[in-house]
């Protein structure tokens, strides 16, 4: 085969690779994120018919809202625990095998939502949001790891931010399968919440096909053998001996050590600012408000001034803003970088969440406010999908060694999903007490993330791993190094005046 032909070769195994694992991860968080929305006046009818039926009691409006609350918010509660199973999973299974075990959870929670109508049990409902929580937390941690294990190194962030590229896919598919014509309807609510099963078996009849993670196999396997089949499997040509040098070295450096436990990395100096920086973008990425608006698009458009009749249309727009944002952020992030993508998306954010706080509070002076407000909320979204929503995603798997990488993204993914539970359960409460002002705490975290961004985050684009370490260090040791810096002077010094002396 020509050097172009095995080039086309390794792009379009590649590209089926990355398109066969998101189907089934990170594009599940964006879909199940989006599909209850449209069946809330559905589902909240179907709570209160069956109180009724089972103990003869009429739920209140507050008592109907707080079940439906928690059958929405529990999802995040699932993504929490699949976020720490991950790391122990992706360390005995490799990152593929992961993938695929990841999808029992996934048909175990689409059969309960699925059944749960004919058995007039909204606990099934709740059961099934956790374990499809459980499935969108695994893959939300290991996809990119998966990826950016597989990636060669100039298309390392490209190929990790693809994960948010499906995840705002997800929520674009998942408002449109969400439309009362399709199966936002009454009597099709159990099978749009049913309906994500069809991703993950489409991931279970094509992932098998493909190669594990080269870094996995060489380093935590140590089969150098199957690394150079996975390797020229997804490059299409012989491997490039720079390539495999970088991974060996890495192996070298990681030799002995088992892999990291989550607690290990709050001790470790070495690791100190990777961990604090992985923690708030992570947390950032949920507080800044914009996942919460999937959840509670139809209270956000009400109160922006938009028709009920128009809410499930306008919807899908906020989704399919986030997915060209986040495609135009792929193509992005090897350009100008992540740490100017990431400070960017926020700076824009912070000015839209001020202008949609001015548009609301002028919305019954001007007739034209409502449109304006409108507008703020896709500019806000496409803001988060162009920097935080790519970005954030790279990061763990960028700043920590092979050891570490594990436990990192099982912090990362706690914390994400722990703000996304929080945000959920406080968003409509924020909405309704604060009403013009229910955006100015999303603007707050928005400005304070691009200052920490602007102020400790290095770029990494393009480096390797012990490039970005050595970036790090100067951060981590940075009072110890000018200590020892001075000593060592003196000590020069001192030899200095003693080799004097003697001659």
């Known amino acids: 085969m020509s050097p172009a032909g095995a080039q086309k070769s390794s792009s379009l195994t590649l590209v089926l690779m990355v398109t066969s694992a998101a189907i089934g991860g990170t594009l599940q968080y964006g879909y199940n994120l989006a599909i209850m929305n449209s069946p809330t006046i559905f589902i909240q009818t179907f709570i209160n018919e069956t109180f009724l039926e089972r103990w003869d009691i009429q739920l209140e409006d507050y008592q109907v809202t707080l079940v439906w609350t928690i059958i929405v918010s529990i999802f995040s509660l699932g993504g929490f625990a699949g976020a720490l199973i991950a790391g122990p999973m992706t360390i005995r299974f490799g990152r593929k095998k992961c993938l695929l075990l990841n999808n029992i959870f996934l048909m175990a929670g689409a059969l309960l939502a699925l059944t749960s109508r004919a058995a007039k049990s909204f606990e099934m409902i709740i059961i099934s949001r956790v374990l499809v929580g459980i499935n969108s937390g695994i893959s939300m941690n290991v996809q990119p790891m998966y990826f950016g294990e597989s990636a060669p190194k100039h298309l390392r962030g490209a190929l990790s931010s693809s994960s948010a590229v499906f995840a705002a896919f997800g929520v674009a598919l998942g408002q449109v399968v969400g439309l009362r014509e399709i199966l936002g309807s009454e009597p099709c609510w159990q099978y749009l919440l049913a309906s994500n099963a069809i991703p993950g078996l489409m991931q279970l009849l094509t992932l098998p096909w493909f190669p594990e993670s080269p870094r996995y196999l060489l380093i935590d396997r140590g089969d150098k053998e199957a690394c150079i089949k996975a390797l020229r499997r997804l490059r299409g040509c012989e491997v490039q001996s720079s390539e495999l040098v970088e991974i060996l070295q890495e192996q070298a450096e990681t030799k002995g050590m088992r892999p990291r436990r989550p607690w290990e990395l709050f001790t470790d100096r070495s690791v100190r600012w990777q961990l604090i920086s992985v923690m708030i973008i992570s947390s950032a990425m949920q507080l800044c408000g914009n996942d919460s608006i999937y959840f509670y698009a139809s209270y956000v458009f009400r109160e922006a001034g938009i028709s009920d009749d128009k809410i499930q249309y306008i919807t899908i727009g906020t989704g399919s803003c986030e997915f060209t944002a986040s495609i135009i952020c792929n193509l992005l992030i090897e350009l100008k970088g992540r740490r100017f993508m990431l400070m960017g998306g926020y700076i824009f954010m912070t000015i839209w969440a001020v202008v949609f706080t001015i548009a609301l509070l002028f919305e019954h002076y001007v007739s034209w406010m409502p449109y304006l407000s409108m507008a703020c909320i896709f500019t806000y979204i496409l803001s988060f999908g162009l920097g935080p929503a790519g970005v954030s995603v790279v990061l763990p798997t960028e700043l920590f060694n092979?050891?570490?990488?594990?436990?990192?993204?099982?912090?990362?993914?706690?914390?994400?999903?722990?703000?996304?539970?929080?945000?959920?359960?406080?968003?409509?409460?924020?909405?309704?007490?604060?009403?013009?002002?229910?955006?100015?705490?999303?603007?707050?975290?928005?400005?304070?993330?691009?200052?920490?961004?602007?102020?400790?985050?290095?770029?990494?684009?393009?480096?390797?791993?012990?490039?970005?370490?050595?970036?790090?260090?100067?951060?981590?040791?940075?009072?110890?190094?000018?200590?020892?810096?001075?000593?060592?002077?003196?000590?020069?010094?001192?030899g200095e005046v003693c080799l004097s002396t003697a001659l």
């Open 402 to 494: 092979q050891t570490a990488r594990p436990a990192a993204s099982m912090i990362a993914g706690s914390m994400m999903w722990l703000n996304l539970f929080i945000i959920g359960m406080i968003f409509p409460f924020l909405v309704s007490e604060l009403r013009e002002y229910c955006f100015v705490p999303f603007g707050a975290v928005c400005l304070l993330s691009a200052l920490y961004v602007g102020l400790f985050l290095p770029e990494t684009k393009g480096k390797s791993l012990s490039a970005i370490t050595s970036d790090f260090h100067k951060l981590n040791f940075k009072g110890q190094d000018a200590k020892c810096g001075s000593q060592t002077k003196a000590q020069y010094q001192l």
